[in-house]
């Protein structure tokens, strides 16, 4: 067994336990600032009043469950080809993560488009992408909890996550071009053409702060992931009875 | 053809296995040659299909090596398997095939057979005694006789080196000693096997190395 | 070499004459059933038949791929190909081209009988037609990947189409798109021209892409 795989794993299980802790509370305090931002200063939209508020959550969410399934294959790549243990599990711990992020944008995007659109659901281009994009998530969950052996699960999800990703432009175009196609009663997007600065950057700190959000929640189910799969192994029995 | 290897040496060096968080086998340390038979004996489940199906390159070793000629196996430019005839305790046999066209199947992939005849392939069914099953579907014939027909695989190629999981099993004891007189023939021939048994017949076979895996 | 698989493979399916027949049936009972459940106004008909159409195909596509490596997992081949020095990703194409030939195929043979049960005007048939010879092939394909991430796992009736129906949704977009346009007088040739960039990206690379897969999936 080599050595330097083994450290690798208990390095970060060892050495990560206050660091999860402290961006979690970092996100608390920085999510608190950027709500009262968004919510209470930033200045309330001409055409939609103040139901555009909900984007503050809605878009950061919606960009992170792109980026975190982006972030899986990428991780599932290098954790197939170089073989590097940690990120077997970084890559399948993202699953969740994204999942979540993927439906708090739905649930959002519905709350939002009920004042908008006057109804709950359309079936717009970004919405039918983002919902395709959680069939995608649930396809990678579902793969890897079937599998008994999970290690061979990891190689087997990450190897779909890849494919995932070469196909998620393919359908988020072809759904963007499906929606011109059909001209619904969507033609209202998140972003204006050009939004206020002042509008703008509670946005991207909440970006940021969904950014750290997902840093600490990474993190804290990757030493879950670690625990689950040495928790047999000598060294988390030794780590743990200290 | 792809040139046919007269020198041949196994070397495994400290292989260890893992399936999921669990050991199969650890830190085997073993080499045989030309002219030798390997047999691996043990109990159930302690990881001999593991270990021969990691000497063809099938399973991925955790760490150590096993090398062919001291050229890693699971280098890219590895030609182990130009060498190795693996015959799983899986059959390989078609059921929707009858015998001798799963046979002929089977002689497709091996490149050590230039021209398969159909008359080498009823030879080799007559010497397990199994001709008269030539034209069944594999689904129809017994067992044992499925072991049979998928042994004659060793007759048909030429390789010098013969991977076998749980060959015996199955296996009538007239077969048997037509199969220990193949094993024979073949290691006197310079040739090489590795199998695994349940059957000690490190007396039957000439040239035999006993090695015995434990429950890990 | 490659004749001696054909025949092989041929000989198999010519075996089993059912899992020919079968899915064609399969289709039929389904595409009838519609009219069924949603009455047999003939405008209504005309406008959804695409996508009846396609959604059959998928449902026939994902039934004989979804365990399409399965008897070939449990009987030991795969172990035999894989050890075998010759080029295992001839063989994997041959194996997709020839499930196309033997499930989708009938299917499209029998489009201009369907088009004649609902009336579909001749043009608009040869679109389908089109569209199902284009696209059909990446459907199988995809489908037998999704059957190659499963091997590992005892039940996965349900998993493959679950993993797989995502990535089918580009190409029924598109399809979808063609025969819509076409029965409204548009132009149509864009989407098939789309449609066979993406047979053309998909089926190179799947051999390859499936021979990883079940080196994975023996792995175990």
């Known amino acids: 067994m080599n050595i330097s795989k083994i450290a690798n794993l208990k390095f970060f299980f060892t050495n990560t336990k206050n660091l999860s802790r402290f961006l979690g509370l970092f996100t608390f305090i920085l999510f608190f600032f950027g709500i009262y931002w968004g919510l209470y200063v930033?200045?309330?939209?001409?055409?939609?009043?103040?139901?555009?508020?909900?984007?503050?959550?809605?878009?950061?969410?919606?960009?992170?469950?792109?980026?975190?399934?982006?972030?899986?294959?990428?991780?599932?790549?290098?954790?197939?080809?170089?073989?590097?243990?940690?990120?077997?599990?970084?890559?399948?711990?993202?699953?969740?993560?994204?999942?979540?992020?993927?439906?708090?944008?739905?649930?959002?995007?519905?709350?939002?488009?009920?004042?908008?659109?006057?109804?709950?659901?359309?079936?717009?281009?970004?919405?039918?992408?983002?919902?395709?994009?959680?069939?995608?998530?649930?396809?990678?969950?579902?793969?890897?909890?079937?599998?008994?052996?999970?290690?061979?699960?990891?190689?087997?999800?990450?190897?779909?996550?890849?494919?995932?990703?070469?196909?998620?432009?393919?359908?988020?175009?072809?759904?963007?071009?499906?929606?011109?196609?059909?001209?619904?009663?969507?033609?209202?997007?998140?972003?204006?053409?050009?939004?206020?600065?002042?509008?703008?950057?509670?946005?991207?700190?909440?970006?940021?702060?969904?950014?750290?959000?997902?840093?600490?929640?990474?993190?804290?189910?990757?030493?879950?992931?670690?625990?689950?799969?040495?928790?047999?192994?000598?060294?988390?029995?030794?780590?743990?009875?200290? | 053809m792809e040139e046919v290897l007269n020198n041949l040496e196994i070397s495994i060096d400290r292989a260890s296995c893992f399936k999921g968080n669990n050991m199969v086998f650890e830190n085997i340390s073993y080499s045989v040659k030309n002219n030798e038979m390997m047999l691996i004996m043990g109990p159930n489940g302690c990881g001999k299909t593991t270990f021969i199906k990691s000497i063809c390159g099938i399973q991925k070793l955790e760490s150590g090596s096993i090398k062919l000629n001291s050229i890693d196996i699971n280098s890219d430019s590895s030609e182990h398997l130009n060498n190795i005839l693996y015959i799983g305790h899986k059959n390989s046999l078609n059921n929707d095939l009858t015998v001798f066209e799963n046979l002929e199947y089977l002689c497709a992939f091996d490149k050590s057979v230039s021209n398969i005849l159909e008359q080498e392939i009823k030879k080799s069914l007559e010497y397990f005694g199994i001709a008269k099953f030539k034209n069944y579907l594999v689904s129809k014939i017994s067992e044992g006789n499925k072991k049979k027909a998928s042994l004659a695989r060793l007759l048909l190629s030429n390789k010098k080196i013969w991977l076998l999981d749980e060959p015996l099993s199955f296996i009538d004891s007239e077969g048997n000693t037509k199969i220990l007189d193949l094993f024979n023939k073949h290691i006197n021939n310079s040739g090489l096997i590795i199998l695994s048994s349940h059957i000690d017949i490190s007396k039957d076979v000439t040239n035999t190395k006993k090695y015995y895996m434990e429950n890990s | 070499m490659l004749r001696k698989i054909i025949y092989k493979e041929f000989k198999s399916y010519f075996r089993n004459l059912n899992s020919v027949f079968l899915p064609l049936i399969f289709f039929f009972l389904i595409i009838s059933i519609f009219p069924l459940l949603i009455g047999p106004d003939k405008n209504l008909l005309n406008k959804i038949i695409p996508g009846i159409v396609w959604i059959t195909v998928i449902f026939t596509t994902l039934l004989s791929s979804s365990n399409f490596f399965k008897d070939e997992y449990n009987n030991g081949f795969l172990e035999t190909y894989l050890t075998s020095e010759t080029s295992i990703e001839l063989i994997l194409f041959l194996k997709i081209i020839l499930c196309w030939i033997f499930t989708c195929l009938p299917i499209i043979f029998f489009i201009p009988i369907v088009s004649i049960f609902f009336d579909i005007p001749l043009k608009n048939s040869f679109v389908i037609l089109f569209t199902l010879i284009i696209g059909s092939p990446i459907l199988v394909s995809i489908g037998i990947f999704g059957s190659s991430l499963t091997l590992g796992i005892p039940k996965n009736n349900v998993l493959v189409p679950v993993i797989t129906l995502p990535f089918y949704i580009p190409i029924l977009i598109f399809s979808a798109s063609a025969i819509e346009s076409v029965s409204s007088g548009l132009p149509y040739e864009m989407q098939l021209y789309i449609l066979m960039a993406l047979l053309c990206f998909v089926l190179p690379i799947m051999p390859y892409l499936l021979k990883y897969t079940l080196t994975l999936s023996i792995n175990n």
């Open chain 1, 42 to 242: 930033a200045p309330s939209d001409y055409l939609q009043g103040e139901s555009y508020r909900i984007m503050y959550l809605h878009v950061p969410a919606a960009w992170l469950s792109l980026q975190v399934y982006m972030f899986m294959a990428i991780t599932g790549f290098v954790s197939l080809v170089w073989k590097v243990k940690i990120m077997e599990i970084i890559s399948i711990q993202c699953a969740p993560i994204g999942a979540y992020f993927t439906l708090i944008a739905l649930v959002t995007g519905m709350v939002w488009g009920k004042p908008t659109w006057g109804t709950y659901w359309v079936w717009d281009a970004r919405l039918t992408s983002e919902l395709i994009l959680l069939f995608l998530y649930i396809g990678v969950i579902a793969l890897y909890s079937a599998f008994s052996d999970k290690r061979q699960a990891v190689k087997i999800t990450s190897l779909l996550a890849i494919v995932g990703l070469v196909n998620i432009p393919i359908i988020h175009y072809s759904v963007e071009w499906w929606n011109t196609l059909h001209q619904g009663p969507s033609v209202t997007k998140f972003e204006q053409p050009s939004m206020h600065i002042s509008m703008l950057l509670p946005l991207l700190y909440m970006f940021l702060v969904f950014n750290v959000y997902f840093i600490a929640v990474l993190i804290k189910r990757v030493q879950l992931g670690i625990y689950n799969r040495e928790k047999r192994s000598k060294w988390m029995e030794d780590y743990l009875s200290d």
